[in-house]
């Protein structure tokens, strides 16, 4: 059974203009990271709260996660049975948030690739939009020691998933986003079934595709200096082949509507 989350209900100010902020965290074997980052977390926006959602690490984050929590009534902790992926983690992570009332959720990388002192640019954004990117491939951010492999990966997959898919989105697979619950909730979370990249592609065609207002702010984003990288070739193979999969769709639904229309003239998705 998933454990239960610390939930020590405190007053906390959110953010203007878009109340109550949690942060989810997920975490697996981050032992060495997870104080870091949720430190950085209460001093750059000391009125947001944050879940730490362990999946049972065998290195102990979650023990350290605990500690944090005990000492720190806007830290929680969502202890998971297991590994069972980052997308898994988000989305409990959105429900947990559901259930108690904030109005907004941000992702987070614990690594210290998302940099925490780039959060209240992106809970500013959050006033006049529904979902907000933090961009590594727009104007004004910067990407900091990713070999070129890397660079090549991730700016071909973002061009061949915004192409394939027609969003107007530059970072779809970016990891650091903050979701207003009420643009969540228009969302059939429900349907969403991939993880590690293909996860956060999935998530910004379902909000594209729900008319949801979508806006990217420049962030510095830097390869992680300690732990191990979640990164392996089979959640490359996974994106590309659900991205190509979800293309199809789109063209599929797009040419029985051109070929039988609708009553009102609007597109319905199915």
Same mark, same amino acid.
């Given at each position: ?7 020590? &209900?405190?007053?906390? +100010? ?31 926006? @000391? ?11 065998? =290195?102990? +984050? ?46 987070? =990388? ?9 959060? @209240? ?14 961009? #590594? %491939? +727009? !104007? ?6 990713? @070999?070129? &492999? ?5 700016? /071909?997959?973002?061009?061949?998933? !915004? ?7 530059? =970072? ?20 969403? /079934?991939? *993880? ?16 949801? #207002? ?26 590309? %082949? !659900?991205? +190509?999969? %979800?293309?199809? *769709?789109?063209? #599929?639904?797009?040419? #029985? !509507? ?7 003239? *609007?597109?319905?998705? @199915?």
């Amino acid at each position: 059974m998933v454990g239960e989350a610390t939930d020590t &209900r405190t007053r906390t +100010t959110g953010h203007p203009g878009v109340g109550r902020v949690l942060v989810v965290i997920p975490t697996y074997n981050e032992a060495d990271n997870v104080s870091t980052i949720v430190g950085r977390v209460r001093r750059a926006a @000391p009125g947001v709260e944050i879940l730490v959602a362990d999946d049972n690490s065998p =290195d102990g +984050t979650g023990v350290v996660a605990d500690a944090l929590a005990r000492a720190d009534g806007q830290v929680h902790v969502l202890h998971r049975e297991g590994k069972q992926g980052l997308g898994a983690a988000y989305l409990a992570g959105f429900a947990w948030a559901a259930e108690r009332g904030y109005d907004a959720v941000v992702e987070m =990388d614990a690594d210290g690739s998302h940099a925490p002192e780039d959060l @209240p640019r992106l809970l500013d954004a959050a006033r006049d939009a529904d979902v907000v990117i933090g961009s #590594r %491939w +727009t !104007r004004g951010a910067r990407v900091v020691n990713w @070999p070129l &492999r890397r660079l090549l990966l991730s700016r /071909c997959g973002n061009l061949y998933a !915004r192409l394939a898919l027609g969003m107007p989105v530059s =970072d779809a697979t970016g990891g650091y986003r903050v979701y207003r619950l009420s643009a969540l909730a228009e969302i059939d979370l429900g349907s969403v /079934c991939s *993880q590690g990249y293909s996860f956060q592609v999935e998530l910004s065609r379902l909000a594209h595709r729900a008319g949801v #207002r979508i806006v990217e702010v420049p962030i510095t984003f830097a390869e992680r200096e300690r732990g191990d990288s979640k990164m392996s070739p089979l959640i490359v193979v996974e994106a590309l %082949w !659900r991205i +190509t999969g %979800w293309a199809v *769709q789109d063209r #599929r639904v797009a040419v #029985r !509507r051109s070929l039988h229309g609708t009553p009102d003239g *609007q597109v319905r998705w @199915p």
